[in-house]
């Protein structure tokens, strides 16, 4: 089994640009249960990406460690 899950991040606030601290996660749109498919996203060597469904921008910034700014933006389980 595998010890680190991907990180999984929405936009139900509607921002332009999310800085997230992971190169690779998954992006939900909004929250349940208006999500849409659950889309796995790789910032690269460019350091960012663009959602093909929701159109968010994602920025990566190393010193955020997993999470993200602004930090309501990161999925958490219940």
């Known amino acids: 089994m595998a010890d680190n ?3 999984h991040f929405h936009n ?18 909004a929250l ?4 849409h498919p659950h889309i796995f996203i790789d910032v690269g060597h460019d350091g960012q990406a663009v959602c ?4 968010t ?8 460690h997993g999470k993200s700014d602004p930090a309501s ?5 219940a």
């Open 5 to 7: 899950t991907i990180p």
């Open 12 to 29: 139900e606030l509607g921002v332009a640009k999310i800085a997230v601290g992971a190169r690779e996660f998954m992006c939900i749109g």
């Open 32 to 35: 349940p249960p208006f999500d």
């Open 52 to 55: 093909p469904y929701c159109s």
């Open 57 to 64: 921008l994602y920025v990566y910034r190393a010193d955020l």
């Open 73 to 77: 933006c990161e999925l958490v389980d």
